[in-house]
């Protein structure tokens, strides 16, 4: 055996225990051949690999390959990593599979920003390499727990790992609100909408509707209006043990809450809703130690040209 072919092996039978399950966006062209490359990368090196029954049909899978029936907590049993192809929603989808399980995600972002993925589609060759000496690391980010009561009853709860909007469904009509923060009353107006999110959800909505951008090692909640009439209507950025509430008015239109653009519910007038950190984190993988401040420039493209560093 020659020595390429005995180190392969050796590879093999060290990776023979470990599994990767992999989530991809199957509708996108660029995710299937993507999961062919991971999967065909990881399989070479003895790493076992688990997707989808609904997806399985749309892959070019290896026998070897295992399946699970439901994206539940019960399905990510054994793995060590859950990797995610596909752009935010995709990203999103996989982080609710992560939160549940307690299973690490590392994405790669095959959409258009993407701040939650760890690599891009040209990176998939490194990304199976560090999978397979495990050159990654583990972070935890925050995600809020959220209660709507109504009448004094508790009628949903819910998480986010980007953001709770509360908004309006009405064109025609603002959102009357009421702000609250650690049971005081803040401000109130008419808006189309408020944002409570996290550091990792202030790139997302928040920053959509004005909210200041917070590195993800800053743990806060904030709290942004969504075309708000009224002159104290700024972003409000708290501590992390801060309870966040957002009364909807009783002479106002119906609401809808979104939990990061994914799961949605009507609140009716005078509903009440509550947002605090949550009790479980999104555990995200990482492969390098880049800064925040470089993924920002990156992703957004900001123009940096004629900086010159500090002095030496």
């Known amino acids: 055996m020659r020595d390429g072919e005995r180190a392969l092996s050796e590879e093999r039978a060290a990776n023979a225990e470990r599994t990767v399950f992999l989530l991809v966006h199957t509708g996108r062209q660029a995710a299937i051949r993507s999961a062919e490359l991971v999967v065909n990368g990881l399989v070479r090196s003895g790493i076992g690999v688990r997707v989808l029954n609904s997806e399985a049909p749309d892959l070019p899978?290896?026998?070897?390959?295992?399946?699970?029936?439901?994206?539940?907590?019960?399905?990510?049993?054994?793995c060590e990593l859950l990797i995610v192809l596909g752009g935010?929603?995709?990203?999103?989808?996989?982080?609710?599979?992560a939160r549940a399980s307690g299973v690490p995600m590392l994405g790669v972002n095959l959409g258009r920003v993407g701040f939650l993925a760890e690599a891009e589609r040209d990176d998939l060759d490194k990304v199976v390499d560090r999978v397979v000496t495990r050159e990654y690391e583990v972070e935890e980010r925050m995600t809020i727990d959220v209660?709507?009561?109504?009448?004094?009853?508790?009628?949903?709860?819910?998480?986010?790992?980007?953001?709770?909007?509360?908004?309006?469904?009405s064109p025609e009509r603002m959102l009357e609100v009421v702000l609250e923060i650690d049971g005081r009353p803040v401000t109130g107006f008419g808006c189309d909408g408020i944002v409570c999110a996290t550091p990792t959800g202030s790139t997302a909505y928040a920053f959509s509707a004005g909210g200041p951008v917070v590195w993800p090692e800053v743990e806060a909640l904030l709290m942004v209006p969504i075309s708000a009439h009224a002159l104290f209507a700024k972003p409000l950025v708290t501590s992390p043990t801060t309870v966040l509430a957002v009364e909807v008015q009783q002479d106002t239109p119906n609401g809808v809450l979104w939990c990061?653009?994914?799961?949605?519910?009507?609140?009716?007038?005078?509903?009440?809703?509550?947002?605090?950190?949550?009790?479980?984190p999104v555990r995200l993988a990482r492969l390098h130690h880049a800064s925040f401040t470089d993924r920002l420039v990156a992703k957004f493209a900001l123009p940096v040209s004629g900086w010159r560093g500090a002095p030496h």
């Open 147 to 169: 209660v709507v009561h109504s009448n004094g009853d508790v009628v949903h709860e819910d998480w986010a790992l980007n953001e709770a909007a509360v908004q309006k469904v």
């Open 88 to 97: 935010d929603g995709t990203l999103l989808r996989g982080a609710a599979f």
């Open 61 to 78: 899978l290896p026998d070897s390959v295992q399946t699970a029936s439901e994206a539940i907590p019960d399905a990510l049993e054994g």
């Open 260 to 280: 990061d653009g994914r799961r949605t519910i009507e609140l009716p007038p005078g509903a009440r809703v509550e947002v605090r950190r949550g009790s479980v």
